[in-house]
């Protein structure tokens, strides 16, 4: 196989990827080249690097090298030709774009109620991402934006509108 195009995204990928983790996987690619190998099972369907194999698509890389193993050695991927600011820029990329990524909270309830995901997640974890969920929604009395929307205060300068405190 030779081609991005052969593999097949995990439709149990119980990972999201934000807006800036996906241009920063992009941008990571296209500024450092692909340095991170992904895993695929022997249908082609990425089980890790989902978020990887989008942004190459993204990038314009379209060839993939598949190296067969059963687990018993770690792959390493020798990245060269990269300056020293590129390797720190490489190494910041491959961790931040991990941290911008969210958790579907749809996705790991089904995994954990047909899968023991235990050792991955404490109660208090998936506790946390499902607060964290809920954070996010707006109140259910949340007045939606329109032309009609009352405001308090307008700034004489630029003509903002808004409510609340003004300093």
Same mark, same amino acid.
């Given at each position: 196989m030779t081609s991005i195009k052969d593999l097949k995204s995990d439709h149990k990928n119980a990972r999201k990827r934000t807006d800036r983790s996906a241009e920063l996987i992009k941008e990571s690619l296209q500024r450092y080249g692909a340095a991170?190998?992904?895993v695929i099972d022997e249908d082609n369907r990425i089980l890790a690097g989902n978020g990887t194999i989008e942004g190459a698509k993204e990038a314009?890389?379209?060839r993939i090298r598949v190296i *067969?193993?059963?687990g018993d050695e770690v792959i390493a991927v020798?990245?060269?030709g990269l300056t020293e600011e590129q390797k720190i820029g490489l190494?910041?990329?491959d961790n931040r774009t991990s941290d911008l990524s969210e958790?579907? %909270?749809e996705m790991l309830n089904r995994l954990g109620e047909q899968h023991d995901i235990s050792l991955f997640?404490? %109660?208090d974890d998936l506790d946390g991402i499902i607060e964290t969920e809920a954070e996010q929604l707006p109140p259910e009395d949340f007045a939606e934006v329109d032309d009609d929307i009352t405001t308090e205060h307008r700034c004489p300068s630029?003509?903002? *509108?808004w409510s609340g405190k003004s300093s």
């Open positions: 991170r190998s992904i314009g890389i379209d *067969e193993t059963d020798r990245r060269t190494a910041l990329a958790w579907d %909270q997640f404490s %109660q630029c003509g903002y *509108e």
